[in-house]
């Protein structure tokens, strides 16, 4: 555990020195502010414009570091050949692995609540009540990023950091339009064509369970075991995930 | 007692759409001895950097085995008290000497508290305590070098695997690595090391393991393989030897002049003891005697074209 805590504290160090998160984050800070004023061009009301303005940015926020960051982590690890520095030590992949991991998803939660600080702020100031259901959702947001970054780092463990930052963006889009591959299925007549699509809604994760903003914006109840099913949900597709990872890059010539 | 045994090694890499194979590594057996330093050498591109990450568990083999200590070398425990510098030195660009050698500290699992004395050692060793607080980046490409050998030396390994240690250093390096293994060669550390430069292997090495396009062409001890290059006796008598010319040609010796002196060759496979008895029971004496061998670099050049060879020797 101590290997895996000092990769992740290694990966935490380099990734918040990286000008990239910065950019994202300033990008992510600015549209927040912007969309305060977005609610007068709605027909909602401006706090219901905004926390589901914010959510979506916190949303793409975390896809954008998992894109920019984590998919071409394995790759500049292995073409800077720092890696070597690593596993010629009593380090095994799978350390390594889930170091990279959790150093990344660190730096993930920090920017996280540094734009919900913003966006809570930005709630306040509108008059507001910052809700439990808001909290869950950002909660649920930060489970689904670290599927999302899982899926880089399984990505990045056997192609290129630019093929791998395409996976994980297909990846994202693919999980939350999984419901349309469900019922899709239903509606299909052909066998062939049933069983492929059930395949891909099986093989692909249902992204949509860590999306809660509806409920969120029209203060609709949510479900006492719904956030903690997602999170279960979350917490074994990221460690399906990462076991695949370490299964892949162990077999990886560097 | 053996700390590195490779065993019908191969390894074939795919490149291209067709995955193409292309071997790197044929067949390949040696074992590294305990306590020794060997050294390993041939040509660019002829699979040494392949072995050592195959011994390193960088590289999966094709086929055969693979040990350190009796173990597997794809286990991360094959690697415990080994350590391994890379040709190009790699550290992460954010770090300072410092972190960057207390970072590999923690992943040896050396405790806290002996971190920094321990940081202090090595920096010590290769004369770089000052750059302590420098970012690992800024230096240049010979002192990433001496930090990379020091982080090599950190926790006192048993086992040292190095990849062209000596590559892209500066004279004053050089003789400080030179030194530093002497240092090891003294404590018993194993060191395994890649090198195109043969000086190094003569000075410092205890075995010689060669290869050539893959295959092993050579593996035993440096003095084997000056023994295989020695050439004969070379005795410089003071003045001439006209007189005995006739008996020295009868015997094999080849005879020049030089500076008023005669310089009596006597190949290895004639007695030179015989000669050097004819010669003072004439009342000849010797300004010197020496041995004639070739050296390591004649022994692995085989023509004047520096072609390794491809031969077993």
């Known amino acids: ?254 | 007692m053996n700390v590195i045994e490779l065993k019908n090694i191969s390894k074939t890499y795919r490149k291209g759409l067709r995955a193409r194979k292309i071997p790197a590594v044929v067949n390949l057996t040696f074992s590294v001895k305990k306590n020794r330093v060997t050294g390993f050498v041939g040509p660019n591109g002829t699979g040494k950097t392949t072995t050592i990450k195959m011994i390193t568990g960088l590289v999966r083999q094709s086929s055969g085995t693979v040990k350190i200590n009796g173990i597997e070398s794809f286990n991360p425990q094959s690697r415990q008290g080994v350590s391994y510098l890379s040709e190009q030195p790699c550290f992460y660009g954010h770090l300072t000497v410092n972190e960057a050698l207390g970072f590999a500290a923690n992943l040896l699992r050396i405790s806290g508290k002996r971190i920094g004395l321990e940081i202090d050692r090595v920096l010590d060793i290769v004369e770089m305590v000052e750059k302590k607080p420098v970012k690992v980046k800024e230096l240049s490409k010979g002192m990433q070098q001496r930090i990379n050998m020091a982080q090599v030396l950190l926790g006192n390994p048993h086992t040292m695997v190095l990849d062209e240690p000596m590559s892209g250093m500066d004279p004053p390096g050089r003789k400080l690595f030179r030194s530093i293994f002497t240092e090891l060669k003294k404590q018993g550390v194993t060191v395994f090391f890649s090198t195109h430069v043969l000086d190094d292997i003569e000075a410092i090495c205890d075995d010689v393991i060669v290869l050539s396009k893959g295959e092993l062409v050579y593996d035993g001890s440096v003095m084997d393989l000056l023994d295989t290059g020695r050439l004969g006796m070379e005795m410089v008598v003071f003045g001439t030897v006209k007189d005995e010319m006739e008996s020295l040609n009868e015997i094999g010796c080849i005879v020049t002049e030089k500076n008023n002196n005669s310089i009596v060759f006597v190949p290895k496979d004639k007695d030179y003891k015989l000669v050097q008895h004819l010669l003072f029971s004439k009342g000849k004496s010797f300004v010197s005697i020496k041995s004639t061998s070739k050296s390591l670099q004649d022994l692995l050049y085989h023509n004047p074209q520096k072609q390794y060879v491809e031969h077993k020797l």
């Open chain 1, 1 to 254: 555990m101590k290997t895996v805590l000092t990769i992740a504290s290694n990966t935490f160090k380099e990734t918040v020195r990286n000008k990239v998160l910065y950019n994202i984050l300033l990008v992510a800070g600015a549209a927040l502010f912007l969309s305060m004023s977005f609610g007068d061009l709605s027909v909602f009301s401006r706090t219901q414009v905004m926390t589901d303005f914010g959510l979506a940015t916190m949303s793409l926020t975390g896809l954008l570091l998992a894109v920019f960051i984590g998919a071409g982590m394995l790759g500049s690890e292995i073409s800077t050949k720092t890696v070597y520095g690593i596993l010629t030590k009593p380090v095994s992949r799978e350390q390594f692995i889930f170091g990279k991991f959790f150093g990344l998803v660190t730096t993930l939660l920090l920017n996280f609540a540094l734009i919900s600080l913003v966006f809570f702020i930005a709630i306040t100031l509108m008059g507001a009540d910052v809700k439990i259901s808001i909290m869950d959702a950002v909660v649920l947001l930060a489970v689904e990023m670290s599927v999302i970054v899982s899926a880089a780092i399984f990505f990045s463990s056997f192609t290129t950091p630019t093929l791998a930052a395409i996976f994980t963006i297909g990846f994202y889009i693919s999980g939350h339009l999984n419901d349309l591959v469900d019922i899709g299925t239903r509606q299909q007549e052909s066998v062939i064509w049933q069983t492929v699509l059930k395949f891909f809604y099986f093989l692909l994760p249902n992204l949509e369970h860590f999306n809660i903003r509806s409920r969120v914006v029209y203060d609709l109840p949510v479900p006492p075991d719904f956030v903690t099913g997602a999170l279960c949900y979350g917490v074994l597709y990221t460690i399906l995930l990462l076991l695949l990872s370490s299964m892949v890059f162990s077999r990886k010539d560097l």
